[in-house]
């Protein structure tokens, strides 16, 4: 009698200690999701931000390259469930996205684009909001992890192959000054400097203007 007594509690014990892990289990995925969610609506954005900023950023081609290789590897690592890429390739795309904003104090023009302020106020409350879900998903692991290794629960855990997850990690980004006038500022004399301060088009008829003979100089107007 008393056999099947402690088989009753040994049975009791398991199943709740069982459900108890599923529940878990469940946790950690659904943080993911969150996550997962977040992350595809703040990569939607960012075509739309890169789209805007070659308007007026058409000589930032690498520092934009390197917004779009971040989201590329962000959206492959989502797509795997991939935990560590996720890590770097987040801290990536903050670091270049960083950036992006540091050299875009450079464009006047392009700060006063009401399309540029919506999608860089929607991007940094969506990554706000990444934030506050990788701390959830980090304690759900947390939770798991303690669970699973834990006595007697470790028991439950290594007959139904229950796992460790791994930690959401985004390292710290190392910005650097970004020197905004070095971007714009040419080799060149008084017409130098004024190509670093004006907008393509007029970029355009100084460099002409450069380029001309002393008597075509003289016709244009141009006093040395």
């Not at 049975?11 to 969610?37: H, P, R």
């Not at 954005?45 to 308007?55: A, H, N, Q």
């Not at 798991?144 to 791994?166: G, H, S, Y």
């Not at 390292?171 to 971007?183: G, I, P």
Request: proline share 3%; with cysteine; net charge negative.
């Amino acid at each position: 009698m008393i056999f099947y007594i402690v088989l009753a509690v040994i049975l009791i014990y398991f199943i709740m200690t069982y459900n108890s892990l599923v529940s878990i289990k469940n946790n950690v995925e659904k943080a993911w999701a969150n996550i997962d969610v977040l992350l595809k609506q703040r990569n939607d954005e960012l075509p739309k931000l890169i789209d805007t900023c070659k308007v007026y950023m058409a000589h930032e081609s690498q520092t934009l390259e390197k917004v779009i290789s971040a989201r590329m590897g962000v959206d492959a690592a989502r797509e795997t469930h991939d935990v560590a890429g996720l890590s770097k390739a987040e801290s990536a795309l903050t670091s270049s996205l960083g950036i992006l904003y540091a050299v875009a104090e450079g464009y006047p023009n392009l700060k006063a684009d009401q399309t540029f302020v919506n999608l860089q106020q929607r991007i940094t409350g969506l990554e706000n909001q990444i934030a506050d879900r990788r701390e959830f998903y980090n304690d759900s692991v947390n939770n798991n992890n303690v669970r699973i290794t834990q006595f007697p629960d470790l028991i439950v855990a290594a007959i139904f192959n229950f796992e460790r997850k791994e930690m959401l990690r985004f390292a710290s980004a190392e910005l650097k000054d970004v020197d905004v006038s070095e971007r714009h500022r040419r080799p060149r004399g008084r017409q130098a400097h004024l190509i670093g301060q004006v907008d393509c088009p007029l970029q355009d008829a100084c460099r002409v203007a450069e380029a001309a003979s002393p008597a075509e100089r003289g016709a244009l107007g141009i006093v040395e």
